[in-house]
């Protein structure tokens, strides 16, 4: 099949890498999602990835501790997942390269635009850590930046739940599921794809968003392609 984007950006929760385990790295699981990352690099699509860090260290979660602090751990965290990643990609044969957004020059490069879209320009995964390098700002956000930075078609947002609902599917069997979205309507009901932050950072700069399930790790490469599924976050028509 004919990829439909040339130039993608995908976002994996550090709750999708712990697999099983629910904190921590899970190899294995791992190894499953870089499968199909490698197949949408053979078919020719350049791959830039964000890692999240909630496996290790969810910020907001810290009580009393100093926010900047906590977010700072954070964006450890997810250097932490850039690396394991990494070392899965390469296991499966993909050149992959890690930038962090914190100077950590010993176990990668520093997040420079230039070198990442040369990277990408060679068929190497490039995979984003530290977040923004910033407090205060998610890795959606970072997801967000880095997308608009290299000038990818899509964000690809993997969770584990098949798309966006109108309520959580957990706790109602009857939540609506949407095929599409606007970001007005994403903002304006407040639904769960990204932080407003995130959200509005996709708007400004007309980048869709597809939000769909990593219980099937193939789905990372069905998005690449342009198959059916999950939920289409776009601009209004």
Not at 95 to 112: F, L
Not at 170 to 177: D, F, M, T, Y
Not at 205 to 222: A, E, G, M, R, T
Request: a neutral charge.
């Amino acid at each position: 099949m004919k990829p439909k984007y040339k130039r993608i950006l995908l976002k994996l929760s550090g709750e999708a890498l712990a697999g099983k385990q629910k904190s921590g790295i899970d190899f294995d699981t791992v190894l499953e999602f870089c499968k199909p990352i490698k197949k949408c690099v053979e078919a020719g699509i350049q791959v830039g990835i964000v890692v999240g860090g909630g496996n290790f260290w969810r910020g907001r979660s810290s009580g009393n501790m100093d926010r900047t602090r906590a977010d700072h751990m954070g964006m450890l965290a997810t250097a932490i997942n850039a690396l394991g990643v990494a070392d899965a990609l390469e296991q499966v044969g993909v050149d992959v390269r890690v930038q962090t957004a914190i100077s950590m020059r010993t176990v990668a490069e520093p997040y420079i635009r230039g070198k990442a879209i040369r990277h990408l320009e060679k068929g190497r995964v490039v995979i984003f850590g530290c977040g923004t390098g910033n407090p205060f700002f998610s890795t959606d956000t970072a997801a967000s930046l880095r997308a608009a930075e290299i000038e990818a078609e899509i964000i690809l947002k993997a969770t584990l739940v098949d798309g966006v609902y109108d309520c959580d599917p957990k706790k109602n069997p009857n939540a609506k599921k949407f095929d599409s979205l606007s970001f007005h309507e994403v903002l304006n009901k407040d639904l769960a794809v990204m932080d407003s932050t995130a959200a509005s950072l996709c708007k400004d700069n007309d980048i869709p968003i597809l939000v769909f399930s990593i219980d099937d790790p193939d789905n990372i490469y069905k998005a690449a392609v342009g198959e059916n599924i999950g939920t289409l976050v776009n601009t209004e028509d």
